[in-house]
Each structure stands twice: as structure tokens, then as C-alpha cells.
DNA sequence: TCTTGACACTTAGCATTTTTAAGTATTAAA
DNA sequence: TTTAATACTTAAAAATGCTAAGTGTCAAGA
């Protein structure tokens, strides 16, 4: 997994994992990984700054809380994020259905 | 298809749209819609600037040709595109399940 | 004949993210 | 006491698709 394939899509991903509770952002960084099974290991400012992002979009809401002596925000899914994680995933598989309606044309594999 | 979830996809759909025989760009961006059953209906300025690209990094050479009065650049993919086309479609393949597998947590529909 | 639309390509600047990189701070383990 | 894991932040850089405007040909229709 590199270069920016992610692009356009981190949302949907950070919407679906706190859509089954709420969680703060160094969780999201984690469940996100073991979901995926290893395939998203993102940077914290990745993460983070979408996580912003999201606040300020009204999807999600976050609250200061600290648990031994370390200070998290932890983040909730608003109705109106559970409304865009209902139609990014419907985007998503409309998005991944064309791509692979293109490949189905790739003559495969190419190598001997 | 909005927003931009093509963001790093879009080369592996003009290589795979290439993949079965040269052709100029303006004949991509048409293939491209019809075998995405219209969802990739991409503006010309993305795709000639991306098969641009691409020739710059060796994937594809061009060569001009004139058909009726108008002169059309096609594209070939390289034995280097080739390899990248096969690549890049494994990586799609990983990225699209570890979506799928991050997705799937998903509490589906929650509309009643 | 004039206009419109399809064909065909180009370019510059814009916008939107994700990544990089650096920083702060606490706690537990080695 | 040093390191690793936890936890969050921010500024700047990089990538790359989109917008918008331009050039030119050809065919069809008003």
C-alpha cells in the first residue's frame, strides 16, 4: 500500500471503523490496521488531520476525556456521519465495481 | 463519481484500457466510459495530462499519426508498462479487499 | 451558409487531500 | 535511565485529478 491510493477514501474508512462506538483517534489508528489486516498502517497526522476534517463536516464530534494521566479526544459518529458513511460506501461500491469492470478486460497474467 | 476517489487509480485504468491494443487518447476516454458502464466519465484535461505522465515514466510511448484531417497522438504500452499494469493491479486488488475487510464491521442497512 | 456538436489535443492554475517531519507529553518496561 | 508505546498537534511538501480556456478539423442540420 503506497502512494496516495487512499485519496478520496480515508473518510469512508474512518467513518466505518467508528461506526460500531465510539473510539479516540490512536484507536481508530489501530482497529484500522487490524481491520485491514495490516494493509492501512497510516501516519498519526493522516489520520488526525482527517479526523478534523470530519469534525468540522458535522460527521463526527469528539470529547476531551483523560485515562492514566493521558489525555484523549475521543470521536462519535453524528446522524449526518452515519448518512455520509451510507452513501461513501455506496460511492465505494460503485467506485470498485467500475475498476474492476475496466480490469476484467486485462488479459491475465501476461507473465508465462 | 465525484470527489476524487480516482486519486492514484487512474493510471492503472488507462494501462488496463491500453492493455488489449495501442489506441489514441481521445479513444481511451470513450473505452473508459464504456467498459466502466459510464461511471468513468473522466474530463479530457485529467486524461491527456495522465498519459503524459505515464509516458514520461516509460510506460507508454505515443506516435502521431493523421486520420481525416485530424491528427491523433496513440498510445502504446511498454514492456515496463506492462510489468507496472500487472503491479499495480495486485496492489489493487490488496487495497479494494483491505476496504472491503474495513467495511465489513459495518452495521448494514441502518435505515429501518 | 452558418452554426452546432463531435472529434482531438494542449496548457496553466486550482483544489484537495495525504504524507512528511518535527514537536510535546505520559507511562511502562527493559 | 533509556526506550518503546501511547496520544495528540501542526506546518509544509507532494501528488494528482479537475477546471477552464484555447486551438483546429469535420459532418450534419437549420
Same mark, same amino acid.
Given at each position: 500500500?503506497?502512494?496516495?491510493?487512499? $485519496? +478520496?477514501?480515508?473518510?469512508?474508512?474512518?467513518?466505518?471503523?467508528?461506526?460500531?462506538?465510539?473510539?479516540?483517534?490512536?484507536?481508530?489508528?489501530?482497529?484500522? &490496521?487490524? &481491520?485491514?489486516?495490516?494493509?492501512?498502517?497510516?501516519?498519526?497526522?493522516?489520520?488526525?488531520?482527517?479526523?478534523?476534517?470530519?469534525?468540522?463536516? +458535522?460527521?463526527?464530534?469528539?470529547?476531551?476525556?483523560?485515562?492514566?494521566?493521558?489525555?484523549?479526544?475521543?470521536? &462519535?459518529?453524528?446522524?449526518?456521519?452515519?448518512?455520509?458513511?451510507?452513501?461513501?460506501?455506496?460511492?465505494?461500491?460503485?467506485?470498485?465495481?467500475?475498476?474492476?469492470?475496466?480490469? $476484467?478486460?486485462?488479459?491475465?497474467?501476461?507473465?508465462?
Amino acid at each position: 500500500m503506497s502512494g496516495q491510493a487512499l $485519496k +478520496g477514501h480515508l473518510d469512508l474508512l474512518l467513518l466505518a471503523v467508528l461506526s460500531d462506538g465510539a473510539k479516540h483517534g490512536y484507536a481508530v489508528i489501530d482497529e484500522l &490496521r487490524t &481491520r485491514s489486516d495490516e494493509v492501512f498502517d497510516l501516519p498519526e497526522g493522516s489520520v488526525y488531520v482527517a479526523l478534523h476534517r470530519l469534525e468540522a463536516a +458535522g460527521f463526527l464530534v469528539s470529547e476531551w476525556s483523560e485515562v492514566q494521566g493521558r489525555r484523549r479526544r475521543t470521536y &462519535r459518529l453524528t446522524e449526518v456521519g452515519r448518512n455520509a458513511l451510507s452513501e461513501q460506501s455506496r460511492a465505494w461500491s460503485e467506485f470498485s465495481a467500475a475498476v474492476f469492470s475496466v480490469l $476484467k478486460g486485462v488479459p491475465w497474467p501476461t507473465t508465462p
